[in-house]
């Protein structure tokens, strides 16, 4: 398999940098055919898949291609320098580690991330506090925290060996066409003047929650904007986090306190919007006050270590998860409520669940692009998905009010779940993704 060097094209690299939720999408143009457009000189390359979006997603689904012995190509439209310098943290859920173990990658992952020894769960002035812990689950965390750096840095780095993949970094795809035997594709780089023809029998759309190929297919969301927004930022508390993640909910929206590696912590803070943008504009000795209020002084006097991030909230489900030759993985095919942290982890278990679908087709000799073998990714796991975009929507809209009934019976419901035993294993195996049907990679 020719790698994309010897076509002259020198920007493409081995690393697939880009965040999910924040990298400018893939732009693709109504234009003439593809054929009709194609100069004679223009390279073509024939793979058995193409990725469009090299974030943590496009990433993880081609290092669980790895030793398929399928032809994989991975574009993405932005270079490593400004991608791996975002300053985001997600959660990291237990199944996630447990695939990412299964490809290989989490000795390289473990060392960087909080292991939550404890999580806290309260709410408001309310004084009961739920918390659970590891044994309650039965395993050795509850989840993790992990930055953004350091799981694309993991993911890179492994994929910098596999003999079957091919990346172009940066570029753009500019034209795509899909027949009933292959889709071909029109990419350009920085350094080349015609652009590269790719064929590929089946195309992975990666591209984030405003996805060009999903747009392009014609394929339909549905779902809503919320009436909040979400501001993120990373702090340095007096006391130190001891490694508990907090879930603490006010009557305008949850606070999410992410324990790091280093010291620090991570806030996911949802308000309406105006509320958020008036929190966000205020100074940080103000901005500060109000965050050690809300938090309950649990880590003591709070230290601003960024710049505060804000972006609106939406629930959104592709009515197709695929299309012909297309399938969609993480947010281009759906998107939660950042409460309970469980966005980014449904794409890495779709990524998993669609590679083993495809290892399975290829290795009985069928198409992989057949609507037969995508049929089961979408049975796979679109129910499980519309699952947790329920739960995160239950849990925002039952906690992000003052509706006194409501208030009582949200308490109650805390009290039962600190209270049983078998309420609080339940809804740790829904929020660590143990409920569902497990990849093979992470049995």
């Known amino acids: 398999m020719p790698r994309l060097e010897s076509l002259a094209i020198p920007n493409a690299v081995a690393t697939q ?18 054929e009709d457009n194609l100069e004679t000189q223009s390279p073509q390359l024939h793979y058995d ?23 994989v190509v991975s574009i993405e439209s932005q270079a490593q320098s400004i991608s791996i310098s975002k300053g985001r943290a997600y959660v990291l859920s237990v199944l996630s580690g447990k695939i990412f173990e299964g490809l290989g990658i989490w000795n390289r992952i473990l060392p960087h991330v909080t292991q939550f020894s404890q999580i806290q769960i309260s709410d408001a002035d309310y004084a009961g506090v739920v918390k659970m812990y590891p044994e309650d689950l039965g395993t050795a965390a509850l989840g993790y925290a992990a930055s953004h750096e350091v799981l694309l840095t993991a993911l890179q780095s492994q994929l910098r060996s596999a003999q079957n993949l091919t990346q172009m970094c940066p570029a753009q795809v500019t034209a795509v066409e899909y027949s ?13 003047d015609t ?24 394929i339909a969301t549905s779902g809503w904007n919320y009436w909040q927004s979400c501001i993120t930022a990373t702090i340095e508390p007096e006391k130190s986090h001891q490694n508990i993640a907090y879930e603490r909910f006010w009557y305008a929206g949850p606070i999410g306190v992410l324990p790091l590696a280093d010291g620090r912590c991570q806030v996911v803070w949802t308000l309406p919007h105006e509320q958020a943008e008036a929190l966000r504009d205020l100074p940080a000795d103000e901005f500060l006050q109000q965050l050690e209020h809300c938090t309950g002084g649990l880590l003591g006097k709070l230290k601003l270590d960024s710049q505060r991030w804000l972006f609106p909230v939406k629930l959104m489900q592709s009515q197709q998860y695929t299309a012909q030759r297309l399938a969609l993985i993480g947010d281009a095919a759906h998107c939660c409520h950042p409460v309970a942290g469980q966005g980014m982890n449904l794409g890495i278990r779709d990524a998993a669940a669609l590679a083993e679908i495809l290892v399975a087709a290829h290795q009985a000799g069928e198409d992989i692009g057949s609507d037969a073998v995508l049929k089961r ?3 796979w796991r679109k129910p499980e998905n519309w699952v947790i975009l329920a739960f995160t929507d239950f849990l925002d809209r039952m906690f992000s009010t003052s509706i006194l009934p409501i208030v009582i019976i949200r308490r109650f419901g805390l009290l039962l779940l600190d209270r ?21 990679v992470a049995r």
């Open 17 to 34: 940098p880009a965040s999910l939720d924040y990298y400018p999408q893939t732009q693709l143009h109504d234009r003439q055919p593809i």
């Open 49 to 71: 898949l193409a990725i469009v979006g090299g974030g943590i997603i496009g990433n993880t689904l081609a290092l669980a291609l790895q030793n398929s012995g399928l032809r």
């Open 180 to 192: 009933q035997t292959e889709a071909t594709l029109s990419v350009t780089t920085p350094d080349t």
């Open 195 to 218: 652009p590269v023809i790719i064929r590929a029998n089946l195309v992975i759309a990666a591209d984030g929650a405003k996805s060009a190929l999903r747009e392009r297919a014609g």
């Open 377 to 379: 990714y979408t049975s």
């Open 420 to 440: 049983i035993p078998l309420f609080k294993h339940l809804a740790l195996r829904l929020m660590t993704g143990l409920a569902g049907k497990l990849p093979q």
